[in-house]
């Protein structure tokens, strides 16, 4: 089984700063397969990126993702007040096909 | 525009079983790259994959879950359905159904596109 490891836990930052949100794979995984999502207080996650790079349908060029292998990331070039919310980093793969990381939060400083 | 709503109970009595369903509006649920999941969401933690199917009653399942969880579709109705038996109180949950897109060709997954959309998500407890 893969295990998604992201860090920080909680990243404390200001409106205007970059954000750098790191996933960690427990081994090797396609590109194609990982996908990031954002989750606001009370809300249900909403599609970020998909294939590690590729925005979703919407989403504002100042969120990025990039990676191979094992470590993934997802920028935020300049943080807009809306940004502040809890982000999940997602793997599809054999078993089980759907792997989740525990999320990091993005708070105001 | 697709929207997906979950129905059912927000109390659940320990050991018994925890039924929810998800009705599909804005597309059929029988497209061909469509995946329905139900995720889950304890309180402060991070989101659990439960499992999936297919239109054509093809399920996967999170091997943690996997005994006691029951996932079903109703085509006729656009709804997809779940099924926990013997829950305790880490049940306790938001549940979540989302749509998960999959372009396959020839057989072979292309283009993974993740979980697109979803319900606004049902809080459950589990209480005597």
């Known amino acids: 089984e893969i295990v998604l490891t992201q860090s920080p836990g909680t990243l404390s930052l200001s409106p205007g700063e970059r954000a750098t949100l790191s996933c960690r794979a427990s081994?090797?995984?396609?590109?194609?397969?990982v996908v990031w999502y954002q989750q606001k207080r009370g809300q249900a996650p909403r599609l970020l990126i998909y294939?590690?790079?590729s925005r979703a349908t919407g989403i504002p060029d100042r969120f990025s993702g990039g990676g191979s292998g094992t470590d993934f990331t997802l920028t935020i070039s300049r943080l807009e007040p809306e940004d502040f919310a809890v982000y999940h980093c997602?793997?599809?793969?054999?078993?089980?096909?759907?792997?989740f990381g525990q999320g990091t939060k993005v708070e105001f400083k | 525009q697709v929207q997906l709503q979950e129905s059912g109970p927000g109390l659940v009595k320990p050991s018994q079983t925890l039924s929810l369903s998800c009705t599909v509006s804005?597309?059929?649920?029988?497209?061909?790259?469509?995946?329905w999941n139900w995720v889950r969401q304890q309180p402060g933690k991070g989101l659990e994959w439960i499992g999936s199917?297919?239109?054509?009653?093809?399920?996967y399942y999170n091997p943690s879950l996997k005994t006691r969880a029951t996932i079903s579709i109703d085509t006729s109705k656009t709804q997809f359905s779940l099924k926990l038996t013997s829950v305790t109180a880490a049940d306790t949950a938001v549940y979540y159904c989302?749509?998960?897109?999959?372009?396959?060709?020839?057989?072979?997954?292309?283009?993974?596109?993740?979980?697109?959309?979803w319900g606004q998500g049902t809080t459950v407890v589990v209480s005597s």
């Open positions: 989302a749509r998960e897109v999959m372009i396959t060709f020839g057989g072979v997954l292309d283009i993974y596109y993740g979980l697109d959309v």
């Open positions: 804005g597309d059929s649920i029988r497209g061909a790259d469509d995946y």
């Open positions: 199917i297919y239109h054509t009653g093809t399920t």
């Open positions: 081994q090797s995984v396609s590109n194609s397969y």
């Open positions: 294939g590690a790079s």
């Open positions: 997602q793997h599809y793969g054999p078993s089980p096909p759907k792997t």
